[in-house]
C-alpha cells in the first residue's frame, strides 16, 4: 500500500473546471490499475474566488495548497473581471500563489505526436522525435530587478536592471540536472555569456554544479543561437535550463512545435518535491460551457505531476500512451480537428484516454 497523496485541486474559471474534472477521472482510474491513493480537495481560485470571497487567492486556499503534496490548477481569468482594480484580477492570484508557495521554476515539455506532426508548422521530418523540457527561472533576473526613469543626457531615460545570485542559479541548476537524469540525461544551458555578466555568472555555476551530476552530458548555448536550433534541430534537445526572460520566450517557442495550445502541460516548482502543475493555455472565455475544450493539456499535467512529485513513472507512463493510442486513433477535439464536424467533447475524450491506460 502507497501512502495517500494530497492533492489540492483549483478549477478556476472559464474552462478550467472541465478540462480539470477530466483530468480527476484519470486520478480515479489511477488508483484502480496501479494501486496509488490520491486524497483530492477542492479549493476557490481566481475569478470565481473574487465573485464568492471578494479575493482571487483566499486565504484557506493557500493554507490548502500549502497542506497538500500537489496542487492541480485548471486557469483562472475572464472578461468579466478584466477591468477590476489590481487586487481583484485573478492573475494577481496566480502571481500570489507562486510567491507564497515558493514557486522558482516553471516546467514546459513540449512532445510532438507523431500523428499531430501535419498541425506544426514545421516540416515532419524536422519535428521527428521532438520530446524536450524547457526549465524557466521563474523568479529573478530582469522582470523582477531594479526599474526605474531617469533624467539622461538627451531627456527621459527607462532602465530595468537584471540580477541573479549564485543561490537563485544553483537551485534552478540543480533541479534542471534531476530532472535531465530522469530522461535523456542531456542538458543545454542557455545564456548570453559573451555580453552578460549574469550570464558569466550563469555559465560559471553552472559547471561546478554539473560536477555533481557526471552522467549528464551538458552542452553550453548562446540564446539567440539556441532560437535558431529550436527550429532546425529541436530533437536533438532534452533539458533546455535558462534564466526568466530567456525562458519566457523560448518556452513558447518550443511550445509551437507541437501544433496546439490544448496539448501542452506545465508544472511550477520549488524546494523539494511540491508542485503546481497546469495546462499552458488560459480559461478560453470564447469556449467556455460549450464542453469542446480540450482536456489532453490537464491531463498530461497530472502525468506530470507523477512524474516530477510523487516518482511515479509508471502511471505517468500509461497516461502518456493512452492519450497517444487515443490520438493515433484519430480522435480529436475541435482545436485539433481537421473535420471539425467530426470532433469529440471535452468529456468524450477523457473517457477515450482513461479507457486506454493500462498498467
Ligand atoms: P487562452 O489560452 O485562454 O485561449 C487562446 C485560444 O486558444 C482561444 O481561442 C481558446 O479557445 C483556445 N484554447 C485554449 N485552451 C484550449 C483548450 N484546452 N481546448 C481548445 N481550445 C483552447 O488565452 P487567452 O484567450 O489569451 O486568455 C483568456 C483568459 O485566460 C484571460 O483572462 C487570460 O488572462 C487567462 N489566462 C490564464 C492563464 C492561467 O490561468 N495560467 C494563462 C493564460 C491566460
Ligand atoms: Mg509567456
Request: glycine share 10%.
Amino acid at each position: 500500500m502507497s501512502e495517500v497523496k494530497k492533492i489540492a485541486v483549483l478549477g478556476g474559471d472559464g474552462i478550467g473546471p472541465e478540462v480539470v474534472g477530466e483530468a480527476l477521472k484519470v486520478l480515479q482510474k489511477t488508483e484502480e490499475l496501479f494501486g496509488y491513493k490520491f486524497e483530492t480537495e477542492h479549493g476557490l481560485f481566481g475569478g470565481i474566488a473574487i465573485d464568492e470571497k471578494g479575493t482571487p487567492l483566499p486565504q484557506e486556499t493557500l493554507d490548502l495548497c500549502k497542506s497538500a503534496d500537489a496542487v492541480l490548477l485548471g486557469a483562472v481569468g475572464g472578461p468579466k473581471w478584466d477591468n477590476n482594480s489590481k487586487e481583484l484580477r485573478p492573475e494577481t492570484g496566480l502571481l500570489g500563489i507562486r510567491k507564497e508557495l515558493g514557486l522558482f521554476s516553471n516546467i514546459r515539455p513540449a512532445n510532438v505526436f507523431d500523428c499531430l506532426k501535419e498541425a506544426s508548422t514545421l516540416k515532419p521530418e524536422v519535428l521527428e522525435g521532438t520530446d524536450l523540457i524547457v526549465v524557466r527561472e521563474l523568479t529573478g533576473g530582469i522582470y523582477f530587478g531594479e526599474k526605474f526613469r531617469r533624467e539622461g543626457a538627451n531627456g527621459e531615460e527607462a532602465v530595468d536592471t537584471c540580477a541573479y545570485s549564485v543561490q537563485e542559479i544553483e537551485r534552478i541548476a540543480r533541479q534542471a540536472f534531476d530532472i535531465a537524469m530522469t530522461r535523456g540525461k542531456k542538458l543545454a544551458s542557455v545564456d548570453k555569456a559573451n555580453v552578460l555578466e549574469t550570464s558569466r555568472l550563469w555559465r560559471e555555476v553552472v559547471i561546478r554544479v554539473a560536477e555533481e551530476y557526471p552522467e549528464v552530458e551538458l552542452e553550453h548555448i548562446l540564446v539567440d543561437n539556441c532560437a535558431m536550433q529550436l527550429l532546425r534541430r529541436p530533437s536533438s534537445f532534452d533539458v533546455i535550463v535558462t534564466e526568466n526572460m530567456f525562458g519566457d520566450i523560448l518556452s513558447d517557442e518550443a511550445a509551437m512545435l507541437t501544433g496546439s495550445i490544448g496539448m501542452l502541460s506545465s508544472a511550477s516548482l520549488g524546494e523539494g518535491s511540491f508542485g503546481l502543475y497546469e495546462p499552458v493555455h488560459g480559461s478560453a472565455p470564447d469556449i467556455a460551457g460549450q464542453e469542446i475544450s480540450n482536456p489532453i493539456a490537464t491531463i498530461l499535467s497530472v502525468a506530470l505531476m507523477f512524474r516530477l512529485t510523487f516518482g511515479y513513472h509508471d502511471a505517468a507512463k500509461s497516461i502518456e500512451d493512452a492519450v497517444e493510442e487515443v490520438l493515433n486513433a484519430g480522435n480529436r477535439t475541435t482545436d485539433i480537428a481537421v473535420d471539425k464536424s467530426k470532433a469529440l467533447s471535452t468529456s468524450q475524450m477523457g473517457d477515450l484516454i482513461i479507457a486506454a491506460m493500462k498498467k
